[in-house]
């Protein structure tokens, strides 16, 4: 799992973690160090442990001070108002915001204690064993079988394609809906059905992480709680992190909660997204420790 070099080509195919290297530093590098006030460790193991991390585009400061621990084999729910950075943290998880010209990280990453931006790192790699569902469905114009082995075929992933496609359509409660039209355009399908299948798609390539990011948003209840049903049983297998708008979304699906809100950078002189509070859901859902976080869950703004 860690030591990736980096390669100048982005298209050049990554290399794999080297998994016992993680797996004797993971428990040592991930206790939580000397941290902000927000930052309270969760009972379980840490996937992730984040340290001071600030996110600029430019000159602004996106994000500032962010240090907490994500547990492994849990769902993390993240909410905020809107412009509070919660989807720009989000990325930081499998360096997406690499990709924005403007972006710069600073801080610490560490995922199985490895610091995802320490400069022999590929990010390519990086994407392949953490996952992202986005929150528009985005299936590719091809088939329902190619989208799935889309991942797989450009990592080249060794074994049988039919085999991994149908494991991954049925970890995402999919394949019993599409056995029989496997070779039919994506597009053909519901919206619901759609995102099941981006599930699915980054399932294949078999990552320890999901990231999601408002996946239920553009989807009707019932699909809503078809995908919801759907985190808590892929919980058991992938670690989940979740930036929702829903509060009551967060509540139901999630272990660890954390609440970002917009505060004034004296220093810059601008706004930017800062954690209030981090805490186990029911916590901070029914006793918050910090006034703002019961001013949003209790619906006074937001």
């Keep these: 799992m860690p030591y990736v070099p980096m390669h100048p080509d982005p298209l050049t195919e990554p290399t794999e973690f080297n998994s016992s290297r993680l797996e004797t530093q993971a428990r040592a590098d991930t206790q939580p160090t000397a941290a902000s006030a927000v930052a309270e460790p969760p009972a379980r193991d840490s996937i992730f442990g984040v340290r001071d991390l600030d996110v600029f585009y430019g000159q602004h400061r996106a994000v500032r001070d962010v240090t907490f621990d994500l547990p492994e084999h849990e ?176 509540a139901r699906v999630s272990q660890m909660t954390a609440f970002f809100t917009v505060e004034l950078d004296e220093q810059a002189g601008h706004r930017t997204g800062a954690v209030v509070e981090y805490a186990p859901t029911e916590k901070l859902f029914t006793s918050p420790d910090d006034s703002r976080t019961e001013d949003y869950v209790t619906g006074k703004f937001g």
């Design 75 to 250: 769902i993390t729910a993240l909410i905020g108002p809107s412009g509070c950075g919660k989807s720009t943290f989000l990325r930081c998880l499998n360096r997406m915001n690499d990709l924005i010209p403007s972006a710069r990280v600073d801080g610490e990453v560490l995922f199985h204690g490895e610091n995802l931006y320490a400069r022999d790192i590929d990010p390519v790699a990086v994407r392949k064993r953490i996952g992202m569902v986005f929150q528009k469905p985005n299936p590719f114009p091809k088939s329902i079988f190619d989208n799935v082995a889309f991942g797989p075929r450009v990592s080249g992933m060794k074994g049988d394609m039919a085999e991994i496609v149908e494991q991954a359509l049925r970890r995402a409660a999919l394949w019993d809906e599409v056995k029989d039209r496997l070779k039919t355009n994506a597009f053909g399908m519901s919206g619901g059905q759609q995102q099941r299948l981006c599930i699915a798609r980054a399932l294949a390539t078999q990552p320890d992480v999901l990231l999601m990011d408002e996946p239920c948003s553009a989807l009707d209840p019932i699909s809503t709680g078809r995908i919801e049903d759907l985190m808590l049983e892929l919980k058991q297998d992938y670690s989940i992190v979740i930036v929702t708008h829903n509060m009551q979304q967060a």
